[in-house]
């Protein structure tokens, strides 16, 4: 698969670089997406920005649709890969198509996308964002309010999880994206205010990495403070047992008109975690991977953080006002108890390991 045509990468209706035979011939190079400023590689970003074509209603969309072809990189040129969370697209080079153009202002096939929605079979093919809506799980893109929100599905465990650790991480005072309930299904704001920032996946700065150290070291290069925040955002993860983080789904925003890191993106995508996955068998957090790696990042960074200490009442009244009920089992007869009790364990002991390093309050 090769990128079909010579192509301009634009930011906005600003020329950036060009793709000639699939290389990068860089215009502003400071604007470039972190990927391609440490690849190059025009195919795999393009890629990167198409949705999973193993979700069955991505299947169901692109027949909708009527996609001449069904392969990632003709689906993502199909909207000039452009997508709600930044401001980067692509175009033959010489054509007169502008910003206006394929920027997305409605989305006909949200339903479609998220539930499998036979109606939508009905409407005339329109441009829409859910061909570069990344990620495994059934989502969609919808304007509510003139705000544009990803509403996901998943199981009661799931959605229960990620309200539950939004809410956790708003306690904490971490900063962390904007989920509701709607409905069967959760939503969540585009951080990114359609397009007001691009947001830069961690991928573009971290390849494949997974060591917690030198993706710290990586992050710590654009200021003291995101640094601080990829520590909180570990600290998070393990005391809700993430065990999904992966380059895509964190980040950096970056200021769409001169390139420049900001902060960190708010925190994200908790649906693979807590509970999600059934109930802990574990008696013990000794050889826990994600408390280890995260003593390890903070023994090493040195940062004298202060942790807030959540109490039990607290975690008591935030897993009641969950709408989702999580099912009782002959070992767990109580799960919102469970759950509880399971983060005050969990807190408990990563406070114990790095107490000489971090404040706990």
Not at 6 to 16: A, F, N, R
Not at 169 to 197: C, M, N
Not at 314 to 331: A, R
Request: aromatic share 12%; charged share 25%.
């Amino acid at each position: 698969m090769n990128v079909p045509a010579d192509l301009l990468l634009l930011s906005k209706d600003i020329p950036i670089a060009k793709f000639i035979n699939g290389v990068v011939e860089p215009i502003l190079p400071e604007r470039l997406p972190f990927f391609l400023q440490r690849t190059s590689n025009t195919e795999a970003w393009l890629l990167s920005r198409a949705i999973d074509s193993h979700r069955p209603n991505s299947r169901l969309l692109k027949k909708a649709l009527r996609l001449a072809k069904k392969d990632d990189l003709f689906t993502v040129l199909s909207v000039n890969a452009a997508t709600i969370t930044d401001n980067y697209w692509v175009k033959p080079l010489h054509d007169a198509t502008t910003y206006a153009d394929v920027r997305f202002n409605f989305n006909l096939f949200d339903q479609l996308a998220l539930s499998g929605d036979v109606d939508s079979f009905n409407q005339l093919p329109s441009r829409t964002p859910e061909l570069t809506n990344i990620g495994s799980y059934e989502k969609c893109w919808r304007l509510i309010g003139g705000k544009w929100w990803m509403l996901k599905a998943g199981k009661p465990e799931e959605l229960f999880s990620e309200l539950l650790i939004c809410r956790i991480a708003k306690l904490l005072g971490f900063p962390v994206a904007e989920y509701e309930q709607e409905g069967e299904y959760i939503k969540s704001r585009d951080f990114t205010d359609h397009g007001k920032w691009d947001f830069e996946p961690a991928a573009g700065i971290i390849g494949e990495e997974i060591n917690y150290i030198q993706i710290y070291e990586l992050f710590n290069q654009f200021g003291a403070q995101t640094g601080d925040d990829y520590i909180q955002m570990c600290y998070l993860d393990a005391l809700v047992m993430n065990m999904d983080r992966h380059e895509y789904n964190f980040g950096l925003l970056r200021n769409s008109d001169t390139g420049e890191v900001l902060r960190m993106a708010p925190f994200f995508d908790h649906n693979i975690a807590l509970v999600s996955r059934g109930y802990s068998k574990a008696s013990s957090f000794e050889n826990d991977l994600l408390i280890n790696d995260f003593t390890a990042l903070s023994r090493y960074a040195k940062r004298p953080l202060k942790i807030p200490l959540m109490t039990k009442g607290e975690l008591i009244k935030q897993v009641t006002e969950i709408p989702w009920h999580i099912p009782v089992t002959d070992t767990v007869p109580d799960p919102l108890q469970f759950t509880v009790e399971y983060l005050l364990k969990r807190q408990e002991h990563i406070a114990k390991l790095n107490s000489d390093v971090l404040s706990f309050q």
